[in-house]
């Protein structure tokens, strides 16, 4: 069953340290986002890629935030340094872009605490 | 303006009971995609079925239809007979634009969400 797989699932850590989220996409999906969810803003949009390319990433802080896809296995999301505003969770979604209806399939989410 | 707004926070149904989740939506593109996900307690984000802008039927997954009025900009969700399983908070969702075609990602936008417990 494909799924896509993030880690780590939990991550407590201190403000001002780095962290790093990794995602391995659905093998064969071609688009990949990084989705925050929090209660007071829902969930929102930090960045996504195309065939291993940046084309958006407008939702994320920049100065700290930065989103890579090393190849087309892996996409990583690194805070540094991380704050206690940035405490959420993480989501990866992945999608196959020839496919008719665009659904995107999500990861177990990475759950973020900043202290 | 919000692109997708889900008025009720929660709600609630008895079991065995169908139940109807509201969405509306607002944009001026003439293609979209309209979206449910279903996210239970332990947090993954659950695909339940899928409405296209130029589908002339509502779309239907076993349990799951959506209730498309184009012209009041809704896509509601309608759960038949409700299961304990079904408890869950459930995203409305929106693509602009072909999801095929040239151009950008295509990213979805989510609704807040309604909570839907389902009582024995």
């Known amino acids: 069953d494909a799924r896509v797989t993030q880690t780590p699932r939990d991550k407590v850590t201190e403000m001002g340290q780095e962290v790093t989220m990794r995602c391995q996409p659905i093998l064969g999906h071609n688009t990949v986002f990084w989705y925050r969810q929090t209660m007071m803003q829902g969930l929102e949009l930090l960045a996504y890629?195309?065939?291993?390319?940046?084309?958006?990433d407008s939702g994320m802080p920049k100065d700290r935030f930065s989103a890579e896809m090393p190849d087309a296995t892996l996409a990583t999301l690194k805070i540094q340094p991380s704050e206690p505003r940035d405490s959420a969770v993480y989501f990866c979604a992945s999608g196959l872009r020839g496919n008719n209806t665009g659904e995107l399939f999500f990861g177990e989410g990475s759950r973020l605490t900043v202290l | 303006a919000q692109k997708i707004t889900q008025t009720q926070p929660g709600m609630f149904v008895q079991e065995k009971e169908a139940v109807t989740l509201d969405c509306t939506y607002d944009t001026s593109d003439p293609s979209y995609g309209l979206f449910w996900y279903k996210q239970p307690s332990s947090g993954e984000m659950i695909f339940l079925i899928y409405?296209?802008?130029?589908?002339?039927q509502n779309a239907t997954e076993g349990r799951y239809s959506l209730n498309f009025q184009k012209a009041r900009k809704s896509a509601n969700l309608v759960i038949s007979a409700s299961q304990l399983g079904d408890s869950a908070m459930y995203f409305c969702a929106m693509r602009e634009g072909t999801w095929g075609g040239a151009g950008s990602a295509r990213q979805l936008t989510f609704g807040s969400g309604t909570q839907l417990t389902v009582l024995p």
């Open positions: 890629f195309r065939n291993r390319a940046p084309l958006d």
């Open positions: 409405q296209g802008s130029y589908d002339q």
